[in-house]
T-cell receptor, first 113, second 109 residues
Framework: SQTIHQWPATLVQPVGSPLSLECTVE??????LYWYRQAAGRGLQLLFY??????ISSEVPQNLSASRPQDRQFILSSKKLLLSDSGFYLC????????????FGPGTRLTVT | GEDVEQSLFLSVREGDSSVINCTYTDSSSTYLYWYKQEPGAGLQLLTYIFSNMDMKQDQRLTVLLNKKDKHLSLRIADTQTGDSAIYFC?????????FGTGTRLQVFP
């Protein structure tokens, strides 16, 4: 079965510091991978998605970036965090592209102070 | 761009039925989905419906799809306190899903 790991689970970072969130998946090969952000009390915002190694599509221009160095690894980064980057970050995968069920990881709660 | 909209809140009494509504703009969706998010967790797929169907029943869940009006609904029969969560509808787009804003369902005794 497919499993998504995200770490860290929680993170508190000062404004202007760098960020690196990691997502790794198991039980599937060549998945589509996604990064979402959920601000407090808000819906899901799709940030980036990847259909393969080195292929990144950006949905929202901002100070974040994503990379996919390996088939089952997806990394979300920032050089300088803003207060508005606070939120709950979710990684998701699609293994079966026929009916596009997305599996979500447990999330990382980021607080920028 | 494509858009998926939901009402933000719904409050129901335990044992009653809940109906969560969703409207979407994309007429080329193949599947439409309902996801559930419990506090502090990721989303889990509840159910989905193929776009050429108008109804799907799965235990306490009933999904109704009106393609003409681009309206999707999720009915939860005999709502329980464990059903309290945020419910997201989503439709598929090339390589990704478009999620609605989420409806927070609160179940009170």
């Amino acid at each position: 079965s497919q499993t998504i790991h995200q770490w860290p689970a929680t993170l508190v970072q000062p404004v202007g510091s760098p960020l690196s969130l990691e997502c790794t998946v198991e039980g599937t090969s060549n998945p589509n991978l996604y990064w979402y952000r959920q601000a407090a009390g808000r819906g899901l915002q799709l940030l980036f998605y990847s259909v393969g190694i080195g292929q990144i599509s950006s949905e929202v221009p901002q100070n974040l970036s994503a990379s996919r160095p390996q088939d089952r690894q997806f990394i979300l980064s920032s050089k300088k965090l803003l207060l508005s980057d606070s939120g709950f970050y979710l990684c998701a995968l699609v293994g079966d592209r026929e009916y596009y069920e997305q599996y979500f990881g447990p999330g990382t709660r980021l607080t920028v102070t | 761009g494509e858009d998926v909209e939901q009402s933000l809140f719904l409050s129901v009494r335990e044992g009653d039925s809940s109906v969560i509504n969703c409207t979407y703009t994309d007429s080329s969706s193949t599947y439409l989905y309902w996801y559930k998010q419990e506090p502090g967790a990721g989303l889990q797929l509840l159910t989905y419906i193929f776009s050429n169907m108008d109804m799907k029943q799965d235990q306490r869940l009933t999904v109704l799809l009106n393609k003409k009006d681009k309206h999707l609904s999720l009915r939860i029969a005999d709502t329980q306190t464990g059903d309290s969560a945020i419910y997201f509808c989503a439709d598929d787009d090339t390589d990704k899903l478009i999620f609605g804003t989420g409806t927070r369902l609160q179940v009170f005794p």
